[in-house]
Structures are given as structure tokens and as C-alpha cells.
């Protein structure tokens, strides 16, 4: 079956609760302590947490225009392909398949079973409760797209409801800390401003990840035009507003010298004197939805990504793994052969490494690079002067340029300061190189003996 048999049944409301689900992971628990400890100033930790929201907010503008022009399953493959030609998708699509499909999937689902563990009991591993964790949302997914999208909005507002309970909270429960903006030091200059953007908007930026994945699901979104714009840029926005309040509520407890100083998680602190005893308690099972609906929003739209470029790149008919992969269910309209391999390469990965740190070292660079290409097609799409009916970038062309030109200083960094573990991902991204050549070699053969003429 074609990308055809996908049904659009996903609303702007599910489109920008997958975007929120995505992002809102474990990373707004620990990235405010990481940034304390090279901040100077509270404005600091807030001119950071708004930086990243911007330079997001850059990429999430420019991708809404692009998603609409491309409203299919694996948006973002399309568009690849549309901007910068067929090596360059295959490479995009290899990549997401058999390094950071898989391995997102895995590193959050560690995630998971190492904060349920110590709540359920030390009987079951934390990689079996991730495992048990990846074949509960392959369940889900399988049953149909509104299931998949109805989990993921009643998580998501789950998880929001309980954040915000901490956060005011805190304003009602729990007594505001003297307020020490600044902390004496030398360095208190233009360079120290420098250091700290560079060292923050590295964390930060992780905390922010997640808000490409919902396009893969474009093929399945109600009139994509309106809805991906809309529930896309929401969507983030809604984070960036919810990210800086959360950190004003962990100020307002917990002031930057007693978080650079203790090393404490700044959220178990306020928790702690917000809800007493309690407290720790009602953080770790915040954190275990936060992950889980992250994971869940993973295993819904990575799949539809792998479907794309199977069913409608890499040759589906004359295959047999690729005509798996972009199988569709006649009964629920999912691609139940994306799903499938997605969870089985998923829970591999993660028997295989159990460890957050080595599943997530090597996918930063080349996923970054692939998110560059992306929003850099604008540009060239934009010049072959195609028809658009669609939204159009806020800011263009300063947006799309602001984007690409912080992930690349970004991609520099982690090339000087982690070159082995990003060569590892570079590697296996270019394993796909050979596969592109094979397949254009075979379909020139092809073409060949369809020319020749008949006996």
C-alpha cells in the first residue's frame, strides 16, 4: 500500500499535544541545575532558557511552512528530498531507521525504568520496565492513530497539569528564598556572558528536542495546512512560556547560589518544600509521565518516517524489507510494519546498551546535521519559485538563517569537545552512502531492460 492508505484524522489540539509531549521529557528537571553552575546572574538563566526558545521557535516557523508544503507521512524526508535531492533524503531516512529511531526510542525508555525502578520496586530491571514500556505504546499505536493520538493528549495534559501543581504550588505552599541575583566573582564580563551561552545553550537546546517529530505523522493531520502550522508553533511556544515559568518557580525557592553550590536537582528542592515529606515522591512519579509520554510520542511518529521513505522512496514494490516496512493495516490504517520494526530495533538497542549516555552520544551531530538541511531547503525551494498555497516563515529570510547558524556553531562544539563518540554517529549515518549507490544501480538496470525490446 501507498502513503494513500494513511486516513487524516489528527486535529491542531493532537497535533500541538504531540509537539508538547515530545519535548516535555526529563530535561526541565536537571538542565536548570546544569546551567547554574556556570550562571552568574538570575537574568542569565532566563536570557538562556528565552535564546533557545527563540532559536527553536527559528527552526519550528520555517518547518511549518515546509510541512505544509509537504502535508505527507515523513515530512521531513519529503523535504529533503524536495530541497537538496534523493542522496541527501536517503541519507536522512537511513539515519532515522538504524541510529536515531532506534536509539531515541531506547535512551528513553532507560530513562523510564531507571525512575519507575525505586517506585515500583527493585524486582524488575530498569530495561525491563523499558521494554515493557516500548511493547505497551506498540500496542497502542497499533490499534489505530486515534489511540496513539488520544494517548498522547491525555499525557501530555497529564503531565502538564502536574507540572503546574508544582509550580503554584510553590507560590502557595512553600516561602520565597532571599533573593541573591548576583554571585560575587571575577568573572563578571562580556566573556563570561559568552561562556555561559555556550556552555548553557548546549543543555538547554536538549531540553527544547523534539518538536521536528510530530511532521512524520503529516500524512494522518485533518487539513495539514492549518493544523501543522498551528499546532507546531503552539506547541512551542507553549513550552518556551511553560520552561521560563518553571524556572522563575525554582528561583523563587531555590536562588542561584544555593543551586550552584549544593549540586542539588533544583526540583527535588522546591518539591520538597512545597509538599514536605511528600515531596520526592510526587517529583519522581511527575518525572516518570513526563518520560513516558515522551516515549510515547517517539513510537507514534518515528514509524511514520521509516514508512515514508520505504513505501515512497526506496523501492517498496521490489523489495521485501522495504515492502514490510511500508505495509499499512487494512483494519486500523496504521503502518503496522514501521511500527513493528521501529519497537523490535528499539528494544535491541536498549538490551544492548542499557545506558542513557552511550545511546545518545553519537545521534547529536548527525541529527543536527539533517535538521540543518532541512530548514536550509526553504531557501532553494523558495528560489525554484514553486506555487505556494501554504503558510509562510514569520522573518524570512533572517529565521531559517538564525536556525542553521546556531547548530552548526553547536555541531562544531561537539565535534571538538566529544570526537569519538561523534565520528561513531557519523559512521554509521554513511554506512547508507553504498546502500544509495546499490539501489541507483539496480533501478538503472532496471530502466535498462524495460527498454530493450520484446522477443
Known amino acids: 500500500m501507498t502513503a494513500t492508505a494513511l486516513k487524516r484524522q489528527l486535529g491542531a489540539v493532537t497535533v500541538g499535544s504531540v509537539v508538547v509531549g515530545n519535548m516535555l521529557g526529563s530535561g526541565i528537571f536537571f538542565t536548570p541545575g546544569e546551567l547554574a553552575a556556570v550562571a552568574q546572574h538570575t537574568w542569565q538563566v532566563y536570557f538562556v532558557w528565552v535564546l533557545c526558545g527563540l532559536i527553536t521557535l527559528c527552526g519550528a516557523l520555517t518547518l511549518a511552512e515546509l510541512s ?3 502535508p505527507d507521512s515523513g515530512s521531513t524526508f519529503h523535504i529533503i528530498r524536495a530541497g537538496f535531492g534523493p542522496f541527501w533524503s536517503l541519507l536522512k531516512i537511513w539515519m532515522e531507521m538504524w541510529v536515531n529511531g532506534p536509539g531515541s526510542v531506547a535512551g528513553v525508555a532507560i530513562v523510564f525504568g531507571q525512575f519507575l525502578a525505586p517506585l515500583i520496586g527493585p524486582s524488575i530491571s530498569p530495561a525491563m520496565w523499558g521494554v515493557a514500556a516500548i511493547l505497551f505504546f506498540t500496542v497502542i499505536n497499533l490499534l489505530g492513530i486515534r489511540w496513539g493520538g488520544g ?22 505552599l512553600a516561602s520565597p528564598a532571599p533573593t541573591i541575583s548576583t554571585i560575587p566573582t571575577p568573572e563578571n564580563g562580556l566573556l563570561h556572558l559568552f561562556r555561559v551561552i555556550g556552555l548553557g545553550v548546549a543543555a538547554v537546546l536538549f531540553t527544547y528536542d523534539g518538536w521536528i517529530d510530530v511532521t512524520h505523522t503529516a500524512g494522518e493531520v485533518k487539513n495539514p495546512r492549518r493544523n501543522l502550522p498551528l499546532g507546531l508553533i503552539g506547541g512551542v511556544c507553549g513550552i518556551l512560556v511553560l520552561y521560563v515559568l518553571v524556572n522563575y518557580c525554582y528561583l523563587r525557592v531555590v536562588p542561584l547560589s544555593e543551586m550552584k553550590q549544593s549540586g542539588t536537582l533544583a526540583a527535588a528542592v522546591v518539591a ?33 518516517l521509516f514508512f515514508a521513505g ?40 536498549l538490551l544492548v546498551f ?12 548527525p541529527l543536527q546535521l539533517c535538521n540543518i538541511l532541512m530548514v536550509a531547503s526553504v531557501y532553494r525551494l523558495r528560489r525554484k519559485g514553486a506555487p505556494h498555497t501554504g503558510f509562510r516563515t514569520l522573518g524570512y529570510p533572517v529565521v531559517p538563517a538564525v536556525f542553521i547558524l546556531v547548530m552548526a556553531v553547536f555541531l562544531i562544539s561537539a565535534i571538538v569537545f566529544n570526537p569519538k563518540d561523534t565520528f561513531i554517529g557519523i559512521g554509521l549515518t554513511c554506512t547508507g552512502v553504498p546502500v544509495y549507490w546499490w539501489m541507483k544501480a539496480k533501478n538503472k538496470n532496471k530502466e535498462q531492460t524495460l527498454k530493450q525490446p520484446l522477443d
Open 354 to 365: 542499557q545506558s542513557f549516555s552511550r545511546l545518545v552520544n553519537f545521534l547529536v551531530v
Open 272 to 304: 520538597q518544600r512545597t509538599f514536605g515529606d511528600s515531596g520526592q515522591k510526587f517529583l519522581s512519579g511527575l518525572m516518570v509521565i513526563s518520560i513516558f509520554g515522551a516515549l510515547g510520542g517517539l513510537i507514534m511518529t518515528l514509524p511514520r
Open 68 to 70: 505544509s508544503e509537504f
Open 151 to 172: 494517548m498522547q493528549v491525555v499525557l501530555t495534559v497529564t503531565k502538564i497539569t502536574a507540572l503546574l501543581a508544582l509550580v503554584f504550588g510553590s507560590f502557595l
Open 310 to 349: 520505504a513505501s515512497q522512496y526506496l523501492g517498496a514494490g521490489s523489495n521485501f524489507f522495504f515492502r514490510g516496512l511500508s505495509t499499512v493495516s487494512k483494519r486500523t490504517a496504521v503502518p503496522y510494519g514501521a511500527i513493528l520494526f521501529c519497537s523490535a530495533l528499539s528494544i535491541l538497542a
